[in-house]
């Protein structure tokens, strides 16, 4: 078992802008903490809130993160450097909250579709951005966001655009999820479909290391297996306390 902090100290000397990570695992078992503990180590952050009702929304204003409507509102500040100038945004830690007040869900979804359209094409084009996705599949499926994220995963590394994406099984998520991530964070599974989706992930790791390790992570432990596929890094961890 490595510890959190020990872990966390890896990923702060070896994670790259540019690099995906992907959370997988049930709800309650520490995925959000971990993708927004992951967010805050790159230098610029944007969390997609999508609920209607959400805690987060308070909890991450009160860690001093800036509510916009719209990417396009950030200020940006002239920085010097050895290496010359360069435009970077004013406010490092950045919430979108698509919660439009309609009276109706269909015309509330088709407003958050075009909000959140808006701020991850202004993402990718400002590039070095960490977007981190609570309800991934919300954004994917019901949204119908998926070209939008195909192309996040597919192109966004070469705007040092890293996607922090959390969802619950792996049976559900689009190949590319899985397949683009450079980090994945796996919690208790036990399904032998969402053990199946896991056998096409790219890198070299075992699968017998993934089938043995994952129906006995302890759920309750918030106990989860740490995957880096191209490297063959792989640890036990547990998610840190909130």
């Known amino acids: 078992m490595v510890p959190w902090t020990t872990l966390e100290s890896h990923l702060r000397r070896n994670w790259q ?32 809130a999508t609920k209607r009702r959400d805690p987060l929304v308070q909890e991450l204003q009160a860690r001093g993160y800036q509510l916009v409507p719209d990417m396009d509102d950030i200020p940006f500040a002239e920085v010097h450097t050895e290496n010359g100038s360069r435009r970077v945004p004013v406010h490092r830690r950045v919430l979108v909250w698509a919660n439009p007040q309609t009276k109706t869900a269909s015309h509330r979804m088709v407003l958050q579709k075009t909000q959140i359209q808006q701020t991850l094409n202004t993402a990718e084009r400002q590039g070095n951005w960490c977007i981190v996705l609570d309800e991934t599949m919300w954004l994917y499926g019901n949204l119908g966001l998926a070209a939008e994220l195909d192309s996040m995963w597919f192109q966004a590394r070469s705007s040092q655009v890293s996607v922090v994406a959390c969802a619950q099984r792996p049976v559900q998520v689009p190949r590319q999820m899985i397949a683009q991530a450079s980090l994945l964070f796996l919690w208790h599974i036990g399904d032998k479909r969402d053990l199946e989706s896991l056998r096409d992930m790219g890198g070299v790791i075992p699968r017998d290391i993934i089938e043995d390790t994952l129906p006995n992570l302890s759920w309750e432990s918030h106990e989860f297996l740490f995957i880096e596929p191209h490297t063959g890094f792989v640890c036990r961890s547990i998610a840190p306390p909130r």
Not at 35 to 48: D, F, P, R, S
């Open 17 to 48: 802008p540019g690099q995906h990570a992907t959370l997988l695992g049930p709800n309650g078992a520490g995925k959000s903490h971990v993708a927004l503990t992951l967010g805050e180590l790159c230098a610029h952050t944007v969390v997609i």
